[in-house]
Nanobody
Framework: VQLQASGGGLAQSGGSLRLSCAASGFTLDMYAIGWFRQVPGKKREEVSCIRSSDDRTTYADSVKGRFTISRDNAKNTVYLQMNSLKPEDTALYTC??????????????WGQGTLVTVSS
């Protein structure tokens, strides 16, 4: 049972990246999934979440209008499409399940991080 986050890399300011959060050993559509990011020395930030029951989404103000979270149940994967990237989006990104199916729930299972670096 694990989550695998991938898709990070180097992008230029204004560019795009798509992160993937793939599950193995369980079915993702039963869970709310959150994407988080952390920069050394700063508090971890939840950037987006997608609910299990109706795929309702939430976004941090810092990424609203630029990032889009979605899920593909056939691939057992949740995506984070990141557009109009800014240097301040540089961080280690990771995904996690929310135990109660709602974005207000506590994080349960974490994936490993994928590094996103945005150059100016």
């Amino acid at each position: 049972v694990q989550l695998q986050a991938s898709g990070g890399g180097l992008a230029q300011s204004g560019g795009s990246l798509r992160l993937s959060c793939a599950a193995s050993g369980f079915t993702l559509d039963m869970y709310a999934i959150g994407w988080f990011r952390q920069v050394p020395g700063k508090k971890r930030e939840e950037v987006s979440c997608i609910r299990s029951s109706d795929d309702r989404t939430t976004y941090a103000d810092s990424v609203k209008g630029r990032f889009t979270i979605s899920r593909d149940n056939a691939k057992n994967t949740v995506y984070l499409q990141m557009n109009s990237l800014k240097p301040e989006d540089t961080a280690l990104y990771t995904c996690a399940t929310k135990s109660n199916g709602f974005c207000s729930g506590l994080e349960d299972l974490w994936g490993q991080g994928t590094l996103v670096t945005v150059s100016s």
